[in-house]
């Protein structure tokens, strides 16, 4: 697929296209993060797509999950793989271009043009590694805000996101309520749970267990990432983010490109050789260090803990209308989780609706052919457009 980007307004910052059609803008600080650090400056990494109407009224912003990027419909400039989620996002999609002004960025802490743990600390003129701050999903939706004040987007029709995407838009809805017209909340949690919380764990031992990641000094010449390390992790989360159901229909316990059982430890089974095509494949893009900075910050993350221990006060006057979307599958951030965030809407007395879609795919059934999730996002979002 074409990028279709649209050209956002410069207003004085500095900005350029280091990454493909991307563009990458840095703005200027002082930027207080909730854990109390202080960074001079940010560099955001994204796309837009689409044009801004002479009211400003039709900007949508999508936000992406632990290791999306701003890439969300557009092909990838290094890989050529289309964007992460064109079956939402596009011409004839319910976000598309004809008729909304779409941005996405690639969220701070991130690997892919945004400020991280690999950016040179201006203070230093080395990477940041482990000496970047860190971040919460509230310092995210921040960054994001000062990037749509430099695109001239005061108020958002709609923030949409899945999974980590869907927290940051609790976070934008919760922060600046006023610039919210609407919510789109797919597959995700108001906070994180215990299991959330272990999981996430074993994937940051598993980085740390690595002998290459050194403390995550591991940027210099020469230098070997903690790939081992981190195709763990990724292969341990990619099991959360599958079905026991779609595993078994999908692998079941066939066996890998042979007859009989080897009776030993290569990928005999199906599903061994796919978790490791997915963990190798995934260091192939994605940084170690931000990795744990993101899991670190989605494990902070609790809307409820934020104000004052009640998950409506976060909604109260709140005139967002919200959609959410949970799926039967997922047991990641399942459909209880959803419907805690709809309690708290309707006792804050704001708007909400709300599906629990079926699907075999688990969590990323969001990222997945499922129609009838296209079907509620493109309703909702023409109903608070009329
Ligand atoms: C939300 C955001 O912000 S973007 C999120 C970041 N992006 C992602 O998470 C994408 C990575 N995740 C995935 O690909 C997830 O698996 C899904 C669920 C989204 C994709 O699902 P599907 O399209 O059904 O793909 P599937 O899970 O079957 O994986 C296909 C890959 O596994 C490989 N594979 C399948 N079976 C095997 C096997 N037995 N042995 C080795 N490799 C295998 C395929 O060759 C293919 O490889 P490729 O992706 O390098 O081409
Ligand atoms: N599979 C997606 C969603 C995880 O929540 C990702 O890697 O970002």
């Not at 200027?28 to 837009?48: Q, R, S």
């Not at 989620?85 to 969220?107: E, K, L, S, Y």
């Not at 059982?261 to 978790?275: H, R, T």
């Not at 047991?331 to 989780?337: A, D, I, K, Q, V």
């Amino acid at each position: 697929m074409t990028a279709f980007l649209g050209t956002p307004s410069a207003l004085g910052m500095s900005e350029d296209a280091r990454f493909g059609l991307s563009r990458v803008v840095t703005l200027p600080g002082p930027f207080a993060l909730d854990g109390g650090a202080v960074l001079a400056a940010v560099d955001i990494a994204y796309e837009t797509y689409g044009t801004l109407n002479a009211e400003r009224s039709n900007a949508v912003l999508i936000c992406h999950a632990l290791t999306g990027d701003h890439h969300v419909a557009s092909d990838h400039p290094r890989t050529g793989k289309p964007g992460w989620w064109t079956r939402m996002v596009g011409p004839g999609q319910p976000v598309d271009p004809a008729r909304h002004f779409i941005v996405c960025a690639n969220v701070l802490g991130s690997c892919m043009g945004s400020s991280g743990p690999a950016s040179v600390d201006p203070a230093t003129g080395r990477p940041y590694a482990m000496r970047f701050p860190v971040i919460t999903l509230r310092d995210m939706a921040r960054a994001q805000a000062l990037l749509m004040d430099h695109l001239g987007v005061r108020v958002l029709l709609a923030v949409v996101g899945g999974s980590m995407g869907g927290m940051q838009v609790l976070e934008w809805a919760a922060t600046y309520p006023d610039r919210v017209r609407s919510a789109v909340v797919i597959a995700s949690a108001a906070r994180h749970s215990a299991q959330n919380i272990a999981f996430h764990e074993v994937g940051r031992q598993a980085i740390m267990a690595d002998p290459n990641w050194r403390e995550g000094e591991y940027y210099g010449p020469g230098d070997v990432p903690p790939t081992a390390g981190l195709a763990v992790a990724r292969m341990a989360a990619h099991i959360t983010y599958l079905s026991e159901a779609g595993l078994t229909e999908k692998f079941g316990r066939r066996l890998q490109a042979r007859e009989t059982k080897s009776f030993g430890f290569d990928a005999d089974f199906q599903v061994e050789s796919y978790l490791r095509h997915q963990g190798i494949s995934f260091t192939d893009r994605f940084d170690a260090n931000s990795y744990l900075y993101i899991t670190r910050a989605m494990d902070y993350f609790d809307l409820a803990e934020e104000h004052g221990g009640r998950l409506a006060n976060a909604f109260a006057g709140s005139a967002t209308r919200f959609c959410l979307v949970s799926f039967d599958s997922d047991w990641l951030y399942p459909t209880s989780e959803s419907r805690a965030i709809v309690h708290a809407l309707n006792a804050a007395g704001a708007a909400a609706s709300f599906v629990e879609l079926s699907s075999p795919f688990g969590h990323d059934a969001f990222l997945l052919d499922v129609p009838e999730l296209n079907r509620v996002v493109d309703g909702f979002l023409r109903a608070v457009a009329a």
